[in-house]
Every structure is written in structure tokens, then in C-alpha cells.
């Protein structure tokens, strides 16, 4: 029988923050799933980051942008150049906030790639991005001074067929395992195959993450009830003046909204310069809100 649970992989490419250190690099997440390569935020040096990682950029069919400040978008040029020397055959989809496809073509403009690939542009608010049979990708607009999104990712619940069970009732494959799949009963050689006894139920998984954004109750509603959040932690709480004058959250924010929000793990990111080799700090910090933090590094994989 295959496993009860569906296992979801974010790699982490980029932890940093606008000024990248030696160690970590500007913001970029990568989920593969079913076939598709969803990338969340191009920072600079993004695609050698998917390279270490074992990943090749063509992987890549989806970009989701929370906003346009340099270091979650300053990756794209490069991309899209290895992605037209690979002879890049689909489309590619980059969604964003506002103004994504003015900013996307002004890039465009200032360099001249190989070839061209066909670039698909969705510009977003709130609300569902992105949705077929088997996963959703939703935004949320959140306060940093600039159009800027955070998003969650909600893989389906899925119904499998118990293979076994329907060998030993010697019921060859056909439409009738559709029925039972979209559960419901189904008669089948005058044997009626009920759809609870031949199936079982693969809990969905979501996995939310929240970069660059002032403190505000509406994010924890939004990533309610996820399976992984992981959220920016620029600033530690000792300067939460700082935080807020660039409305970014310190690490005690991000414990308190996953606490709120009730999420199963919390997974710190995207660290000011200010805490190199010291991020530890953030991490202690957020643990005594919210116990189940860890801080990222890049290259990570995390489990959804």
C-alpha cells in the first residue's frame, strides 16, 4: 500500500537578506510537485543555487514573486538567459503583485538573451493564484511599503485505490476506478465495490511563506492550520524599532504569528547581515513563543 502521507520538499536557495554574507544567499524556495517546479522569489544567484542543490533551472515552470525589491528579484535575468541557452520549450509563469509586468518588461529591456522563450505574466492581490486537480497556490497582500505578497500552497487531499484488496476481488482497471477514486460506490460485474472499503485517503499538506512584511493579525488567518510556515525573521526583538521602521518582522513576530496561526512548524529566514554567525539569538528568541522554530540555511531541505 503507499504511505498514508504525501512527502512535500522545500529547498531552501537564499536565507539572506538584501546584503547576502558568505554563507547565505538572497531569497529563493524551490517545491517540486507533480511535475511542475514552483520557485518562490529569484534573488541574485538563484540558479546556482538550484544547481548546488541538485536541481537544473529548466525544472522551473512556475515563479512566485512576493514583490520587487532587489534581492527577491534580481535572479531573473540570469535564469531566463539559462533558461533560453537550454532551449527552454514551455511556458514559463511568473506571478507577482502589481506592476509585475511593467517591472518584468523594463528588465527585459536591458539585455538581449539568447532567444526568446514565452514568458507569461500574472499579477495578483489576493485570492487564489494558481490552481489545478491536485494543488492551489493563494496570495495575501501584506505591508511593506511596496506591492508585496505572502503565499500559502495547499496540496489536495488525494483518494487512492487499495491495489490489493482489488486483486484478490479479481476486478480488472477501468472507469469504475475513477468512481471509486472521486468516492463514490460503483457495481462492477454485478459486485457492488464500495468506494470506503477499496480507498484510502492521502492527507493534503500546505506549506505558507511570509517575506518582508510589517506585523499584522490578517497574516495568521492566512497561513492558519499549515503544515510548514516559513517566515522572515530580519530583525531580532532587540530591535524591533528597527523592524518596524522597515516594516519587516523580528524573530519573536514570526513565533507569535505561528503560534497564532496554530502551525505545525515554524522555520526562520531571511536574517539581516547584523546576526551573522549569531542567528542563534533569533532562534532562542522565537522558541520561547512558539516552540517548534528553527532557523534555515541555505541549501536546507525542509520537509511539509
Known amino acids: ?19 547576502p554574507t558568505a554563507s547565505r544567499n538572497h ?4 517545491l517540486s510537485v507533480d511535475g511542475d517546479g514552483l520557485l518562490f522569489d529569484c534573488g541574485e544567484g538563484i540558479q546556482r543555487q538550484l544547481r548546488k542543490s541538485g536541481v537544473h533551472p529548466s525544472k522551473v515552470s512556475r515563479i512566485f ?5 532587489g534581492d527577491h528579484i ?11 541557452l537550454n532551449s527552454y520549450s514551455r511556458t514559463l509563469h511568473i ?23 514565452d514568458i507569461e505574466v500574472h499579477e ?41 484488496k482489488l486483486k484478490k476481488l479479481k476486478i480488472s482497471p477501468g472507469p469504475h476506478l475513477r468512481t471509486l477514486k472521486d468516492g463514490k460506490d460503483v457495481v462492477v460485474d454485478g459486485k457492488k465495490l464500495k468506494f470506503k472499503e477499496l480507498t484510502f485517503l492521502k492527507p493534503g499538506k500546505r506549506f505558507s511563506l511570509v517575506l518582508d512584511t510589517a506585523y499584522d493579525k490578517s497574516i495568521s488567518k492566512f497561513v492558519e492550520g499549515s503544515d510548514l510556515l516559513i517566515c522572515e525573521s530580519t530583525y531580532s526583538a532587540d530591535d524591533a524599532k528597527t523592524a518596524e521602521e522597515y516594516s519587516h518582522l523580528t524573530s519573536v513576530d514570526a ?16 536574517f539581516s547581515q547584523r546576526y551573522e554567525n549569531r542567528e542563534h539569538v533569533l532562534l532562542k528568541q522565537a522558541k520561547k513563543v512558539f516552540k517548534n522554530s528553527f532557523l534555515s540555511e541555505d541549501l536546507d531541505v525542509v520537509r511539509v
Open 1 to 19: 500500500m503507499a504511505p498514508l502521507f504525501m512527502e512535500l520538499n522545500v529547498v531552501v536557495l537564499g536565507s539572506g537578506q538584501a546584503v
Open 27 to 30: 531569497a529563493g524556495f524551490f
Open 65 to 69: 514573486l512576493t514583490h520587487w525589491h
Open 74 to 84: 534580481l535572479g531573473l535575468p540570469g535564469l531566463i538567459q539559462t533558461l533560453s
Open 95 to 117: 506571478h507577482g503583485p502589481r506592476n509585475t509586468r511593467r517591472f518584468l518588461e523594463d528588465m527585459l529591456r536591458v539585455f538581449v538573451p539568447h532567444q526568446r522563450i
Open 124 to 164: 495578483s492581490s489576493d485570492g487564489v493564484v494558481f490552481s489545478n486537480d491536485n494543488y492551489s497556490v493563494s496570495c495575501l497582500s501584506v505591508k511593506h511599503g511596496v506591492p508585496c505578497l505572502a503565499y500559502s500552497f495547499v496540496l489536495n487531499d488525494k483518494r487512492n485505490i487499495l491495489v490489493d
Open 255 to 270: 513565533a507569535r504569528i505561528a503560534k497564532e496561526a496554530k502551525v505545525k512548524k515554524l522555520v526562520l529566514t531571511h
